[in-house]
């Protein structure tokens, strides 16, 4: 419910020549709040571990975004795990 008034009521505050972050964009409430900037034309970015999902959920929007950056956390952690230095 917040983030649906902050989106309809504080979101004409930000100027639309900034980029705006998102984590989690192919996830319930992320893909809600993405999809809404999108649609106002704001300049979004992701960061996501999945950017298959997100594509198939942003078909039509793909080529509106800024940038997509795909993390694979699982890997992340596990090289961290292996890393002698944190040993």
């Known amino acids: ?5 902050y989106l ?8 639309k020549d900034k980029n705006i972050f998102i984590i989690g964009a192919s996830g319930g409430v992320g893909a809600w709040a993405t999809k ?3 649609q106002k034309g ?6 996501t ?5 997100l594509k198939h959920i942003f078909k039509d929007y793909i080529s509106h975004f800024k940038k997509i ?8 952690a596990q090289n ?8």
């Not at 704001?42 to 960061?47: A, F, G, H, M, T």
């Not at 950056?69 to 992340?76: K, Q």
């Not at 961290?80 to 040993?87: A, C, D, I, S, T």
Request: proline content about 0%; glycine content about 0%.
């Open 1 to 5: 419910l917040y983030i649906n008034f």
């Open 49 to 53: 571990r999945n950017e298959l999902k």
């Open 80 to 87: 961290f795990v292996n890393n002698k230095e944190y040993q």
């Open 69 to 76: 950056i795909s993390v694979d956390l699982e890997n992340a």
């Open 8 to 15: 309809k009521f504080n979101v004409k505050f930000i100027e």
């Open 36 to 38: 809404s900037l999108l």
């Open 42 to 47: 704001y300049n979004v970015s992701v960061i």
